[in-house]
């Protein structure tokens, strides 16, 4: 069998892990992509995932339609890379981003603004939720003890972090954190990897490799949260007053221990021009 390059699917159970389900696939670009997109997020003709377009109080979701199972607590691990953009306006900034792992694909009820389309009054802080993480927030919220407006946070049923910092990622070359600007426009690489209940993530400017150090490393049972063992992955993109154009550009990932596709910056779709 041959898979193409820009849309590779594979979800086939191998001999290692006979009962095991596997999710893997990587999107140069999101032409051939199966997302399930709600809110204001659409695949843009040239394949970027606009996940919100510049409109006030709107937010945008897209999942991956087909979750990702697994059979056991030890054996729940995933790797993914993504790229991202987010461009505001002048003046303005968007509340962020985020990377979600859901029991449900319908987050149509959550708000938007410092909710960031993950929860809403209710759901926000309730262990029911099944929704964990990784925000890119370029805003301050007070009422949930943001450091600052341009940090990344793991969240567990809540947009309470459980962990987060000040964006920024390890230089390997200058052998120190290296700090960087979540709304500058520029295309920004995200790696998030959860394997023997440890969630890290990584960031870095485009052209660089993945850093040696993760910037966030928390102790966490996925499991727990997914009684089902079913997990949609996708994102959300929140505005409020303030207000920026989100976009992923590219998004490779890969369920239990398969390894994962690099994504090829040559390949992916360019940030769309804003005046
Ligand atoms: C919050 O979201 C839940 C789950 O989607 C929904 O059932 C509920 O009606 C929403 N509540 C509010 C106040 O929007
Ligand atoms: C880089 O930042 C992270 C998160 O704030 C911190 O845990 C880590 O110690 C920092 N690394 C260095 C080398 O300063
Ligand atoms: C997370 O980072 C720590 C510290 O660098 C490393 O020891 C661990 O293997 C990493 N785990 C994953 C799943 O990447």
Redesign the pocket.
Known sequence: RRYSLSADIVAEHKIRSRFQPETRFIYNGFHQADLYTDGVAKVLPEGQLQLTNGSRQSMGHAFFKKPFEFTSAESLSFSTHFVCALVPKPGSGGHGIAFVLSASIDLSHADATQYLGLFNISTQGNSSSHLVAVELDTALSAEFDDKNANHVGINVNSLFSIESASTAYFSDIKGKNESIELSSGDPIQVWV????N?L?VSMAPLKNQKPS??LL?SSIHLSENFPDRKIFIGFSGATGTLISYQYILGWSFSGNSVSLQRLDATKLPRVPPHK
């Open positions: 990897n959860y394997r023997g440890m890290n150090q993760p490393s």
